[in-house]
């Protein structure tokens, strides 16, 4: 078991206890405001408390210690500002006349946080440690992952990334909280600020909290995220409670700021001013049925969106590159051309019109003494050329004018562990890390590489000796050095081109597989359902995988085979029971 005395109780990493961390450069003298609970506090003898990451109407999150798994954890704490005070010795207790609203939202706290912890194997989710009562509130376990928020993440490589890129970040994200949904789970807060970017290149949902906290006219603090938050969470006057395509205008609104490095704009806006517009940069590049599924999902009134994640991830696919768009490009005006009517091909040729006659025109006077004088420079080169070779100048200097091919030997020694810099060049030159073997997320992470370098994927190859999103080429090597700010281009792997679908596969529910097939590396468009009747089989789950359980290579398209088969009830029976 660690010692926790040499715990930074910013970072929760062991920096042998000094007081400013070199790791995080937190301040381990500083307090967490009298509000919340203090640094180093232990909550059941096992968590120990450090600073406070984030908090709203809710409560408090905390970086924490699970002292006895030894492994950092995030801790949330139900404490809705307004109806809690903190004692003394850490405890919670309710605000007079607050009675209501506390246990009605820490009822709903366990019961959404135990929901949560049900969902195993999401892969978009935070795995729950334990949820429990103490002190006089409820505390909600998770274990932490190294990475930064999604917002975080698109400030350090460039603003924006390409649909290829956001592809396959989002779907297992969407898959999740469509999962979410069918299990009663609404977020109604997805945003780059609720999207946590792990070091193991996977999205994940962040900040679930219960409904009050997101929802105006509410007895607490209300937490709503300007251009991510929907039309029905501001209190309009509108017949449309919360649902799931809440979540949808939430979700199309991270992919939009994603994909277009700015946010919508926030729903107050766009009910006096409705104009949806994108710049004509992105509506060139971006598939179609992107741009539609976008459209349809920012539909500002609830009755016009996409209304569930499912028909939203549906729409993300080239099937529904048909649909209409509802942006408008923004494009520099330029006068607009008559459109010429269209004429029926003749097979005659129409004889051209004559060419109008030009104007002679009389030829320049040449100045005689300019005339002479280029000829003279003329006739001293040639006979500074000839000297040249006959006097064997260009043998002494190297050049052999008998053998062209042959190439000129030199003493001095190439230079080959620069980039982009002359030999006379005063720029700072820095060494280049060696990228192959490593993650490409954890590359992008590394604050000690982005501050000198910038890196971009230029290609993705199948390879054997490394996993899926390790760098297997770079561009430049780590025997050179580069100015600062250079790109470094690499080649990720997509990890081996055949692998073994699991035989457990059988038996799980469609997203279920569809999950750990996208975890495998298979692409989700060559999943296909296909839907079968067999009343030996379990109800709603695959019972058969073509081609199989085994090696299969990944370009493969995947049928799963899913029972559609519902087992009638004892109601429907027809017998009637002797009396």
Same mark, same amino acid.
């Given at each position: 078991?660690?010692?926790?005395?040499?715990?930074?109780?910013?970072?929760?990493?062991?920096?042998?206890?000094?007081?400013?961390?070199?790791?995080?450069?937190?301040?381990?003298?500083?307090?967490?405001?009298?509000?919340?609970? !203090?640094?180093?506090?232990?909550?059941?003898?096992?968590?120990?408390?450090?600073?406070?990451?984030?908090?709203?109407?809710?409560?408090?999150?905390?970086?924490?210690?699970?002292?006895?798994?030894?492994?950092?954890?995030?801790?949330?704490?139900?404490? !809705?500002?307004?109806?809690?005070?903190?004692?003394?010795?850490?405890?919670?207790?309710?605000?007079?006349?607050?009675?209501?609203?506390?246990?009605?939202?820490?009822?709903?706290?366990?019961?959404?946080?135990?929901?949560?912890?049900?969902?195993?194997?999401?892969?978009?989710?935070?795995?729950?440690?334990?949820?429990?009562?103490?002190?006089?509130?409820?505390?909600?376990?998770?274990?932490?992952?190294?990475?930064?928020?999604?917002?975080?993440?698109?400030?350090?490589?460039?603003?924006? #990334?390409?649909?290829?890129?956001?592809?396959?970040?989002?779907?297992? #994200?969407? $898959?999740?909280?469509?999962?979410?949904?069918?299990?009663?789970?609404?977020?109604?807060?997805?945003?780059?600020?609720?999207?946590?970017?792990?070091?193991?290149?996977?999205?994940?949902?962040?900040?679930?909290?219960?409904?009050?906290?997101?929802?105006?006219?509410?007895?607490?603090?209300?937490?709503?995220?300007?251009?991510?938050?929907?039309?029905?969470?501001?209190?309009?006057?509108?017949?449309?409670?919360?649902?799931?395509?809440?979540?949808?205008?939430?979700?199309?609104?991270?992919?939009? @700021?994603?994909?277009?490095?700015?946010? !919508?704009?926030?729903?107050?806006?766009?009910?006096?001013?409705?104009?949806?517009?994108?710049?004509?940069?992105?509506?060139?590049?971006?598939?179609?049925?992107?741009?539609?599924? #976008?459209?349809?999902? #920012?539909?500002?009134?609830?009755?016009?969106?996409?209304?569930?994640?499912?028909?939203?991830? +549906?729409?993300?696919?080239?099937?529904?590159?048909?649909? $209409?768009?509802?942006?408008?490009?923004?494009?520099?005006?330029?006068?607009?051309?008559?459109?010429?009517?269209?004429?029926?091909?003749?097979?005659?040729?129409?004889?051209?019109?004559?060419?109008?006659?030009?104007?002679?025109?009389? !030829?320049?006077?040449?100045?005689?003494?300019?005339?002479?004088?280029?000829?003279?420079?003329?006739?001293?080169?040639?006979?500074?050329?000839?000297?040249?070779?006959?006097?064997?100048?260009?043998?002494?200097?190297?050049?052999?004018?008998?053998?062209?091919?042959?190439?000129?030997?030199?003493?001095?020694?190439?230079?080959?562990?620069?980039?982009?810099?002359?030999?006379?060049?005063?720029?700072?030159?820095?060494?280049?890390?060696?990228? +192959?073997?490593?993650?490409?997320?954890?590359?992008?992470?590394?604050?000690?590489?982005?501050?000198?370098?910038?890196?971009?994927?230029?290609?993705?190859?199948?390879?054997?000796?490394?996993? @899926?999103?390790? +760098?297997?080429?770079?561009?430049?090597?780590?025997?050179?050095?580069?100015?600062?700010?250079?790109?470094?281009?690499?080649?990720?792997?997509?990890?081996?081109?055949?692998?073994?679908?699991?035989?457990?596969?059988?038996?799980?529910?469609?997203?279920?597989?569809?999950?750990?097939?996208?975890?495998?590396?298979?692409?989700?468009?060559?999943?296909?359902?296909?839907?079968?009747?067999?009343?030996?089989?379990?109800?709603?789950?695959?019972?058969?995988?073509?081609?199989?359980?085994?090696?299969?290579?990944?370009?493969?398209?995947?049928?799963?085979?899913?029972?559609?088969?519902?087992?009638?009830?004892?109601?429907?029976?027809?017998?009637?029971?002797?009396?």
């Amino acid at each position: 078991m660690l010692n926790t005395e040499r715990l930074c109780l910013g970072c929760m990493n062991d920096n042998g206890g000094e007081k400013i961390c070199s790791i995080c450069g937190f301040d381990n003298s500083a307090q967490n405001d009298a509000e919340y609970l !203090p640094l180093g506090f232990w909550i059941k003898d096992r968590y120990l408390v450090g600073r406070v990451t984030e908090h709203n109407g809710e409560g408090a999150t905390y970086v924490g210690w699970d002292n006895k798994e030894d492994a950092i954890v995030n801790i949330r704490e139900y404490y !809705p500002k307004g109806a809690a005070n903190r004692n003394a010795d850490g405890t919670v207790q309710i605000a007079v006349g607050s009675e209501f609203t506390f246990n009605e939202g820490i009822m709903s706290f366990l019961e959404l946080n135990r929901k949560i912890a049900s969902l195993v194997g999401l892969p978009s989710l935070f795995t729950t440690v334990e949820v429990f009562e103490e002190g006089g509130t409820a505390y909600n376990i998770t274990k932490a992952v190294q990475g930064i928020t999604l917002r975080e993440f698109l400030i350090r490589n460039g603003g924006d #990334l390409k649909w290829e890129q956001a592809r396959p970040l989002f779907l297992p #994200l969407i $898959t999740t909280v469509a999962a979410l949904h069918e299990a009663g789970i609404i977020h109604r807060g997805i945003s780059p600020d609720t999207i946590f970017v792990g070091r193991d290149g996977k999205l994940r949902l962040t900040d679930i909290c219960i409904r009050s906290v997101r929802m105006s006219n509410s007895n607490l603090a209300i937490q709503l995220f300007p251009g991510f938050s929907a039309l029905e969470q501001y209190g309009y006057d509108i017949q449309y409670r919360d649902g799931k395509y809440t979540d949808v205008y939430g979700m199309a609104a991270t992919l939009f @700021r994603v994909l277009m490095g700015k946010a !919508p704009l926030d729903v107050p806006e766009r009910v006096s001013n409705d104009n949806m517009q994108i710049p004509a940069r992105y509506a060139d590049v971006l598939p179609k049925y992107v741009l539609a599924a #976008l459209a349809n999902g #920012l539909q500002l009134m609830p009755q016009d969106r996409i209304q569930d994640m499912d028909s939203f991830r +549906i729409a993300l696919t080239p099937v529904s590159g048909d649909a $209409t768009v509802a942006f408008t490009p923004v494009a520099t005006p330029t006068p607009a051309a008559p459109t010429p009517k269209a004429e029926p091909v003749k097979s005659v040729a129409t004889p051209k019109p004559p060419v109008a006659a030009q104007p002679v025109r009389e !030829p320049k006077k040449v100045n005689p003494a300019v005339t002479s004088s280029i000829i003279t420079a003329l006739v001293l080169i040639i006979i500074a050329v000839i000297l040249y070779f006959a006097l064997g100048l260009g043998d002494k200097l190297g050049i052999n004018s008998g053998n062209s091919s042959t190439a000129p030997t030199s003493s001095a020694p190439t230079d080959t562990s620069s980039v982009g810099s002359s030999p006379d060049s005063n720029e700072k030159l820095y060494q280049v890390p060696d990228l +192959i073997g490593k993650k490409f997320t954890d590359v992008i992470a590394n604050t000690d590489y982005t501050t000198l370098f910038k890196f971009e994927v230029v290609s993705k190859e199948y390879n054997a000796e490394h996993e @899926r999103g390790c +760098i297997i080429k770079q561009e430049i090597t780590r025997e050179q050095t580069a100015p600062k700010g250079t790109t470094i281009k690499v080649v990720v792997s997509l990890g081996p081109r055949t692998v073994k679908i699991p035989a457990s596969i059988i038996g799980k529910t469609y997203d279920e597989a569809v999950i750990e097939l996208m975890k495998l590396g298979f692409d989700f468009n060559n999943i296909e359902k296909l839907e079968v009747y067999d009343p030996t089989k379990p109800s709603g789950v695959v019972i058969e995988v073509e081609p199989g359980t085994g090696k299969v290579d990944l370009d493969s398209g995947i049928i799963l085979r899913v029972n559609s088969y519902t087992p009638p009830s004892e109601s429907d029976g027809t017998d009637t029971p002797e009396q």
